[in-house]
C-alpha cells in the first residue's frame, strides 16, 4: 500500500516538528525499510535543537554505544543559547505578570506598549525576545514552553509579520502538545489572518493557505468537531481553488470527511464533480469509489474499491480513527444507490456489494431499511428487498409543471 502513502507528497507543507509523527507512524505499518526510515528521522531532526534525540538516533544507524563528541559541543551550545534567551524573557515576564501591569493593560496593543515604555523601560527588542525564546524552545521540543511564550509575545507585540508567524508557531506547539481545543482556535484564529492579510503576491497567499490546508488535518481528525469543520473550510471558494491548484491529493481527506459525516450529505454532488474533473491530476481507491457509484454506476468496481479504501484508512495517518464510520457509511451509499435504480434486489448480492457475508448482510440490510425508514420490504421466501415505487399522481404532476411554467415566466420578465 505504499502507492497510495500521501507522506512524501506532505512533507514539503509540513513544519518538519509536524512531519516526525508521520515517520513514526509510518514505522509501525512497517510500509518502508526501517532502516531508510531511521535515516529520514535522522535528517529531519538533525537541523533542530533536539539534541539528545538526534544523538540517539545516530547512535541506532550507526550501531555505536558511545555519545559522539558532535552532540555534546552541540548540546552546549544550545543550553547557553537557552538559558542566556531565558534570562531576558524573565525579565519581561516578571513585568507583564504583574499585576499592577495587569490592571493596567487595555485591547488597544499601542496603548498597552506605549504604557510599557513610559512605566517599565520597555523596547520593542525586549518584547521580540519573548518570540526568540519561545521559538528556540519549540526547535528544543519543548512545546508546552514554546506555546506560552509565543501566547504572551502575541498578546504585546504589534509586528503583523512576527505575529502571524508566532500564531503558526502556537498551532504547531498545540498540535505537538494534543491540545486540540486551542490548536482548533489557533486554526481559525490563523486562517482568518490568512484570508485578510493584504501580501504583495497572490501567490504568498496560496502557500499560505496550502500550508494551512496540510497543518489543519492534524486539527480536524482528532477535534470533536473537526469533521465539520473539514468539510466547512475546505469548500470555501478560495480554499476548494486552493486544493485544486497546489495539492489536489488533499481530495482524499475532504471525501473522507463526508463520507463519515452524514450531516454534511449534502456536499456530495459537488465534491462528486470535483473529484472527478481533477481525477487526471489525483485519484486514489477513495476517490474512485465515489466515481464508480455516482458516475459510472459500476457496483462491482465500487466493491472492489470499497476492499482497496479499507487497506488505504489503515495506513493513514490521518484517517486510522476513521475507518469504521467510513466503511458504514459507505456501505449505505452502495445500498441507497443501488436501491435507487433497482425495484427488486437480492439479499445476496447486495451483501456481496458491501463486502458482507449473506447472513451478516441480511441483519445490515433490515437494520438499514429501519434505520433509514426506507420504503421497502422484505420477501423472505425470495431473499429479496421489494422497493416499493415512488409513483406521482396525475394530480401532483399538472401541480409541479405549473410551478415550473409560473418560475420561468417570472424570471422571463425579471
Not at 558511545?66 to 548540546?75: G, I, M, V
Amino acid at each position: 500500500m505504499a502507492q497510495y502513502d500521501l507522506t512524501s507528497k506532505m512533507i514539503p507543507y509540513l513544519d518538519r516538528h509536524l512531519v516526525f509523527p508521520l515517520l513514526q507512524f509510518l514505522s509501525l505499518k512497517e510500509l518502508y525499510v526501517e532502516s531508510d526510515l531511521l535515516q529520514a528521522k535522522y535528517d529531519l531532526l538533525s537541523k533542530t535543537n533536539m539534541v539528545d534525540f538526534t544523538k540517539e538516533l545516530y547512535k541506532q544507524i550507526h550501531q555505536v554505544e558511545n555519545d559522539p563528541e558532535q552532540f555534546l559541543e552541540q548540546r552546549e551550545k544550545v543550553l547557553d543559547t537557552l538559558n542566556d534567551l531565558q534570562d531576558q524573557a524573565i525579565k519581561v515576564m516578571e513585568v507583564i505578570e504583574n499585576p499592577e501591569v495587569i490592571g493596567s493593560l487595555r485591547q488597544d496593543k499601542f496603548h498597552n506598549l506605549q504604557f510599557l515604555k513610559d512605566n517599565y523601560n520597555f523596547t520593542d527588542e525586549m518584547i521580540v525576545t519573548l518570540y526568540r525564546y519561545g521559538k528556540f524552545q519549540y526547535e528544543c521540543g519543548n512545546y508546552g514552553g514554546s506555546s506560552d511564550m509565543l501566547y504572551h509575545f502575541r498578546v504585546l507585540s504589534t509586528d503583523n509579520d512576527l505575529n502571524l508567524s508566532a500564531l503558526w508557531g502556537k498551532l504547531a506547539s498545540e498540535i505537538l502538545q494534543g491540545n486540540w481545543e486551542a490548536a482548533y482556535e489557533d486554526l481559525q484564529k490563523l486562517r482568518e489572518a490568512i484570508d485578510m492579510k493584504a501580501f504583495a503576491d497572490p501567490l504568498q497567499q496560496l502557500q499560505q493557505r496550502t500550508w494551512l490546508i496540510h497543518w489543519s488535518l492534524f486539527v480536524f481528525f482528532n477535534h470533536p468537531k473537526g469533521r465539520d469543520g473539514i468539510v466547512d473550510m475546505f469548500f470555501l471558494t478560495h480554499y476548494l481553488n486552493t486544493i485544486q491548484t497546489s495539492c489536489p491529493w488533499i481530495l482524499r481527506y475532504l471525501a473522507a470527511a463526508v463520507v463519515t459525516n452524514k450531516r454534511r450529505k449534502n456536499n456530495l454532488r459537488e465534491l462528486v464533480k470535483v473529484i472527478e474533473k481533477e481525477a487526471y491530476m489525483y485519484r486514489d481507491p477513495i476517490t474512485d469509489f465515489l466515481l464508480a457509484i455516482y458516475v459510472d454506476f459500476d457496483f462491482e468496481a465500487a466493491q472492489q474499491k470499497l476492499q482497496e479504501c479499507e487497506q488505504v484508512l489503515v495506513n493513514d495517518f490521518f484517517l486510522l480513527s476513521t475507518l469504521d464510520d467510513f466503511l458504514e457509511n459507505a456501505r449505505c451509499f452502495v445500498a441507497e444507490a443501488y436501491c435507487r435504480i433497482h425495484q427488486r434486489i437480492n439479499i445476496a448480492e447486495l451483501s456481496s456489494l458491501v463486502n458482507l457475508g449473506t447472513e451478516e448482510g441480511e441483519k445490515w440490510i433490515a437494520n438499514l431499511i429501519r434505520d433509514t425508514r426506507m420504503d421497502a420490504k422484505i420477501d423472505f421466501q425470495e431473499n429479496t428487498v421489494v422497493m416499493n415505487p415512488n409513483l406521482t399522481s396525475l394530480y401532483q404532476q399538472v401541480i409541479e409543471k405549473t410551478k415550473g411554467i409560473s418560475f420561468r415566466s417570472q424570471i422571463k420578465f425579471i
